[in-house]
C-alpha cells in the first residue's frame, strides 16, 4: 500500500493502482520474433528435424516461439522431468531440449542412446550452480545419519550422490513416505522449497542453501498491493518463493499445479508467482482470465519484475537452427554416472507409480 488508512480510500487505491499500471508497463515479456524472423529460420529448422528424426521438448518458461514450434511438430513443452519422460518414450533419434543444462543432462540419463542436443549449453541455473559436487559430498558425508534428498535442479553428479531425486509436486510426498520410516534429511538445493517441506510436513531437515534467482526476488509488499488493486485475483505461487510470500497465496504449486489452477478457479484474475514465460501456456489454457505478473522490486527499484530465468532466455529458434544444423552442444553424461544418477530417479518414478501421483515438477 503506497498511502497510509487515514487518507480516502479512493484516492489510495488510485494511487495503488497508478503504481501497479506503472509496474505492469515496465514488466518485461518474453521475447518474440517478428514473422519475417520467424520465417528465416522455421522452415530450415523443420527440415533439418525432419531429416535428422528429431524432436523438440521445451520448457514451460522458454520463449513462446520455442513451445509453439514444439507443439506444431509433434514435439513437447512441460517441466523439467516431464520433458525427459517425453524424449525417453517417443521415437525420436535425437532431442533438442530448450531449457537449461541440468534437464538436458536428465534427458541423456533418461535416454542414453539417443543424441540430445540444446540450443546452448551456457544455459544453467543458480540452484545448479549454487550446489557443487564437491562441496555438497563432503556435508553429505558429515551426516550419514541422513538420508539425501534432493530436487531435479541438480546436475547428474550431484542426483547421483543421492537417495532420492524429486520435483516439487512429489516432494512431500515422498518426504512424509520417508518421515513414517523415521528418517532425518539432508535436503538440497533450493531452500525456500525445503523450508516450505520442512514446514508443511514437520520432518527433520537439513537445508543445503541456495535459491532461485527468479522467485527469490518475489515481494510481499508488492503482493499485497496488487491484492488490494486487484480484491477479486488469486495468487499462485511457485514453493521456490520466500515464505512471507508463500504465506498470502492461494495456492501454491509446480508449474503444471499452477496451470491446473487457473484452468479450474473461478477468479477472472490470477497474480502469478512465478517465471514470466509460463505465461504463453496460462493464456492458451485460460484465455478468457487475466494474468498478472507478481512484483519483483519494491516501489523505489528500477527494475520492477525481474521474472524472466535468464538462463532460459538464451534458448532461441537462431540457436536452436545453429545446434541442429552442425550438431553442436550435445549433452554427454558419463556411463557410470548416469547409471548412479538413475537410481534414485527410478526410485522417484516407482514411487510415483505405486502412489498413483503425478511426477510433475519446475525448472
Ligand atoms: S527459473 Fe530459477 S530454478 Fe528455473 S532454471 Fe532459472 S534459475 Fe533455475
Redesign the pocket.
Known amino acids: 500500500m503506497s498511502q497510509t488508512d487515514t487518507q480516502d480510500p479512493q484516492a489510495t487505491l488510485a494511487a495503488d493502482t497508478a503504481i501497479v499500471r506503472q509496474y505492469l508497463d515496465s514488466a518485461l515479456t518474453a521475447d518474440r520474433l517478428d514473422p519475417a524472423q520467424q520465417a528465416q529460420y522455421l522452415d530450415p529448422i523443420r527440415q533439418l528435424m525432419a531429416a535428422k528424426n528429431a524432436r523438440l521438448v521445451a ?1 514451460y ?1 522458454t520463449s513462446p516461439d520455442l513451445q509453439d514450434l514444439a507443439e506444431a511438430s509433434a514435439g513437447f513443452v512441460g517441466d523439467s522431468l516431464e520433458m525427459a519422460k517425453f524424449g525417453r518414450d517417443c521415437d525420436a533419434d535425437t532431442l533438442i531440449v530448450a ?2 543444462r ?1 534437464m538436458g543432462e536428465s534427458a541423456k540419463i533418461l535416454s542414453p542412446h539417443k543424441t540430445v542436443l540444446m540450443p546452448t549449453l551456457e ?6 550452480i549454487a550446489c557443487p559436487i564437491d562441496k555438497f559430498s563432503a556435508f553429505c558425508d558429515a551426516h550419514p545419519d541422513r538420508i539425501v534428498v534432493v530436487y531435479a ?1 541438480t546436475s547428474a553428479a550431484v542426483k547421483a550422490r543421492s537417495d532420492w531425486v524429486v520435483t516439487s509436486s512429489i516432494a512431500v510426498d515422498v518426504v512424509e513416505h520417508l518421515l513414517e520410516q523415521g528418517r532425518k534429511i539432508i535436503w538440497a538445493p ?1 531452500k525456500h522449497l525445503g523450508s516450505y517441506i520442512r514446514k508443511t510436513t514437520g520432518a527433520d531437515m537439513l537445508l543445503w542453501d541456495a535459491a ?4 527469490e526476488e518475489f515481494k510481499v509488499r508488492g503482493l499485497l498491493d496488487m491484492r488490494r488493486v486487484y480484491p477479486d485475483a488469486a495468487i499462485l505461487a511457485h514453493p ?1 518463493s520466500p515464505a512471507a510470500v508463500l504465506e498470502i497465496a492461494d495456492v501454491i504449486g509446480s508449474t503444471t499445479q499452477i496451470i491446473n489452477a487457473a484452468k479450474t478457479l473461478d477468479n477472472p484474475q490470477f497474480i502469478v508467482a ?2 514470466q514465460g509460463i505465461f504463453h501456456r496460462l493464456q492458451q489454457v485460460a484465455p478468457d482470465k487475466q494474468f498478472i505478473i507478481a512484483p519483483t522490486a519494491g516501489n523505489d527499484a528500477t527494475c520492477r519484475s525481474c521474472a524472466n ?4 532466455g538464451m534458448n532461441s529458434l537462431q540457436s536452436l537452427y545453429e545446434s541442429l544444423s552442425d550438431g553442436s552442444n550435445e549433452i554427454e553424461v558419463d556411463a557410470n554416472l548416469a547409471a548412479k544418477a538413475m537410481i534414485p530417479l527410478q526410485r522417484m518414478l516407482d514411487f510415483a507409480a505405486d502412489n498413483q501421483l503425478q511426477v510433475r515438477g ?2
Open positions: 520448457h518458461y531449457g537449461v541440468f544455459a544453467t541455473c543458480s540452484l545448479d535442479n533450493d532461485c534467482i527468479v522467485h521456490e512465478t517465471d530465468c535468464p538462463w532460459m519446475r525448472a
